[in-house]
C-alpha cells in the first residue's frame, strides 16, 4: 500500500502516465477514421458516375446496333429473349410503366425487361403453388367451387404481385424524400445565395442530403447529370418532378423553370418555397397527431376497459361471495 501511495505521489510517475494516455489517445483519434466504413461515401460515389455511364449511352446511341448490343448485361440475357420472344412489351406493358420504374429507382431498359419478364412469371408461379396445394394439401371433401376460386384468387394475385411491390416501393421513396425535402430546400438556398450555381447546388445539396434520404440524393445526382447534358435544361427539372412524384419537388420545379425563363430572383422564390415545405410537413404531423384518439379508440375498448372492470368489480365480487359463502 505505501509502495502504490509513493507512486501515486510521484511527480516523474505521474507526467509518464499522462504523456502515455495522452499519445495512445492521439494514435487512437488519428486511426478510427481510417477504420470506420463510410456507406455514405461509396453509395454517392457510384451515385455521382451516373453522369458518366449517362454520357456513354449517349455516345453508345451513335454506333451500331451490333455494337449497342455488346453493352448490354448479359447476366439477364434469357429475361431479355423471353420478353423478346413472346412480345411481352406489345401485351404486358403499361403506358407509365417506365416512369413508374424510374421512381421506384429501377432505371434503364433492363430494369423494363426484369420488371416484364416477372409479370409473366409470376401468376404462372403463383398458379402451379396453388395447383398443388389444391391436388396435394387440399382436403378432398373440399368442394370444387371453392378449390377453383382458390386457384383464381392465387392467379390475379401474382398478376397485381409485381405492381403491388412497384408502388411499395414508390411510396417508400417518396416518403424518405418527403421528410428530406425541406432541409435539402434550405440547404440549396444557402448554396444559391452564397454564389453557387444550380448545378452546382444540386451537387453539394445531394452530397449532404445522402445522411437522411438516399433516393432524394440520387435524385439529386441524376438531376445534376441531365441538367450537365441536356440541351434544354427545363427538361431535367421537369424529369425530377416527374420522377419524384412529389408536390413540392413539383413546385420547386416550376419556380426553376420560370427563373431560367424570365430571370426572377431565384432566392427569394427559394426562401418562400422552403418555408412552404417546412409548413406542409408540420401540418402533416399535426394531421397525424390528431388522427391518433380515434385510432385509439378501438384498442383501449378491447383492451383496457375489460381489464379496468375486472379492476374495479373483483373486490366487490370477492366480498359478496364471502358474505353469501
Known sequence: MDELVEKITNTHFVVSALTAIAVIATIITLAMPLLSDDSLAKRMKSVSSERERIRQRERALAKSQQQVKGLRHESKTYMKNIVEKFSLSTWLNTEDAKMKLASAGFRGPQAEIAFLFFRLVTPIGFFL???????????????????????????????????????????????????????????????????????????????????????????????TAELSYLPDRRTAYINLAARTGLDGVKQISTVLIQAEKYGTPLGQALRITAQESRDNRLMEAEKKAAALPPKLTVPMIIFFLPVLMVVVLAPAAIQVMQTTG
Open 129 to 223: 403453388a396453388a395447383l398443388l396445394w389444391v391436388v396435394v394439401f387440399s382436403d378432398p371433401e373440399t368442394g370444387m367451387l371453392f378449390k377453383a376460386g382458390a386457384v383464381i384468387a392465387a392467379t390475379y394475385l401474382g398478376i397485381k404481385a409485381p405492381e403491388v411491390f412497384i408502388s411499395n416501393t414508390i411510396a417508400n421513396r417518396q416518403q424518405s424524400m418527403q421528410r428530406a425535402f425541406p432541409d435539402a430546400l434550405d440547404l440549396m438556398l444557402i448554396c444559391v445565395e452564397s454564389g453557387m450555381s444550380i448545378e452546382h447546388a444540386f451537387r453539394k445539396v445531394g452530397q449532404e442530403i445522402g445522411v437522411q434520404s438516399l433516393p432524394l440524393a440520387e435524385e439529386f445526382a441524376l438531376a
